[in-house]
């Protein structure tokens, strides 16, 4: 951590770039070749293939008329397609402005239409085709098809896939693309994000070229990366910190394993993966423990956790462990331990989770299975990354080490403060370019609470905007019960809610693999969840799950009443974002009648 001095140029310690984004393609293809660059449902791309074919969608952008300054949106979920735009545009000197694959139609319009997007790449054809229906598209001058659906029915008119774009552009000289490389200075813009904020409507956040490749440089130095590292990244390439490690990745020539699906889904395809790291949110990792504790008790992976401790204290100070321990050991290594390790493939070497804090039981389990999980800490506005624990400087609860070159400061209130090379220049005010402000000396202000502790670890203690203050005005802070919650086996998510109200409630969303297996057991018919939530046997479930947390809790912090969603929250219905963060206040106002009901009703337990 520093506090003021100059300005590192962090981006002249990264031999892999000369502060921009615009030739990492090319320099990467020439330097790593043969090794694999992007690896997708099985199929590979070499660092070589991946040049080729982005000078080939650079010079057919150029073709279409694009210049240096306009803007292209990505509208589509991670694919190595998606990663050919993204570079393509920066070669050519073009700006990238990604949008989610979750976000509706009119959210997509609204960021088209703010961003001013001349030209629009997408992977859904019915997407597509809503937003040209919604009058997103004027303005819009083409549309390219890429990922999996490129090549089926239904695309608007003047449609061209990258196959076709790349056609277009064998009239354009590679010459020209070079000369729209070299063009590009790190102070230009290379994205700008919009902020899928827990409240209000996104905002436009401009990164440049030299925002970026700070950001990446930064957390090398913290942390090196070399060709040997893959990257399990299921984390969208819309979100800026799913953008800085594919770009970390590509200028340090590692792998990027992209995976989709629900994560139930994706726990399956870690394991098949075998990552060196592991870049996840807490609903990941409280997945993995579920997967790898089904069918004990917590006291007992409490015990296993304890004697995995004991047995690697006593061998830090360079002692024999007991007969007892020792044979204890042995048996959690053919058990337990290994079930950990078989989890994530067997070869990684860090998993880093962010977004939220993660349960500490959580990451004690992964830690004695020879795992480490850590938790890291960024924001789209500091280019994704802030803080870095690392196997060798970590303490449980705390989100690592300031990047160097980062300055750190805590508010009065507790608000974290940030000010750095990768931390940008201020929101963007619509399509004309200029850029809001920070404070007058260029802090930025996160909306975070926390705190730095004696060992220079910073610490998350939660959102300013998200503490909630009851009527009688005790102060709770809901993510830490809601993250208690969802250790549950039964509970997916939980949302806290009681601002100005007499007591806290929660609104749960239940695991339905969970919840099926426990109707089958009781021979509940149906065992869909959906006709099992009537069953006041379940609800007796859930109360159980929840009277322990509150054991852990004070009185006025305790849930008193709780009610079960139909369906879980979704990014595509506004209540998460697309990095699974709670949006409460939409939560909030979209179940109103149900929490109104909750405190019409007997403190305990609810309507559901």
Sequence with gaps: MTDGGECV????????????????????????????????RGAELTYAELAARVEAAARGLIACGVEPGDRVAVWAANHPEWVVVDLAVAAVG????????????????????????????????????ALADRGGAQGVERVVAIGDRAD?????????????????????????????????????????????GTTGRPKGCPLTHANVCAAVAMRAAADPVGPRDSFFLFLPLAHA?????????????????????????????????????????????????????????????????????????????????PAALAARIAEL??????????????????????????????????????????????MTETSGFAALSTPADHRLGAVGRPLPGLDVRIAADGEILLRGPNVFAGYSSGADGDFGALDGDGWLATGDRGRIGPDGLLEITGRIKDLIVTAGGKNIAPEGIER????????????????????????IALDSAAVARWARERGVEPAEPASAHAAEELRELVQGEIDAVNAAYARPEQIKAFALLEAPLTAA??????SQKIRRAVVAERHAELVDALYAAPARGGPG
Excluded at 333 to 361: F, Q, S, Y
């Design 9 to 40: 140029a962090w981006w002249g310690a990264a031999a892999a770039h000369d502060g921009t984004v615009a030739g990492l393609a090319a320099r990467a293809g020439a330097r790593h070749g043969g090794r694999v660059a992007v690896r997708y």
């Design 94 to 129: 073009a700006v990238a402005v990604p949008i989610y694959s979750t976000s509706a139609p009119a959210e997509a319009e609204f960021v088209v239409a703010d961003a001013g997007a001349r030209v629009v790449a997408c992977d859904d054809p019915a997407a597509a085709a």
């Design 152 to 196: 089926a029915e239904g695309w608007p008119a003047a449609t061209l896939t990258l196959g076709a774009l790349a056609a277009r552009g064998e009239v354009v000289p590679v010459a020209a693309v070079a000369r729209r490389t070299n063009a590009v200075v790190p102070g230009d813009v290379y994205r700008v994000i919009y902020t899928s």
């Design 241 to 321: 910190y799913g953008l800085a490690i594919q770009v970390l990745a590509l200028s340090y020539g590692a792998t990027a394993i992209h995976a989709v699906g629900s994560m139930d889904a994706l726990v399956d395809q870690l394991a098949a993966a075998g990552p060196t790291h592991l870049l996840g949110v807490p609903r990941f990792a409280e997945k993995l423990y579920a997967r790898a504790t089904a069918g004990l008790a917590p006291e007992e992976v409490a015990a296993a956790v304890a004697a995995a401790e004991s047995a690697a204290a006593l061998a830090a100070a360079g002692q024999t462990p």
């Design 333 to 378: 290594e053919r058990g337990l331990l290994a079930d950990v390790r078989a989890l994530t493939g067997g070869r990684l070497r860090r998993a880093t989770i962010g977004a939220a804090p993660v349960a500490v039981d959580t990451l004690r389990l992964f830690h004695a299975a020879g795992v480490p999980m850590v938790q890291g800490y960024g």
């Design 484 to 507: 208690d919650l969802t250790r549950s086996p039964f509970i997916d998510q939980a949302v806290v809610l009681g601002d100005g109200r007499p007591f806290p409630v929660a609104l």
């Design 573 to 578: 219905a506004g209540e998460l974002t697309a």
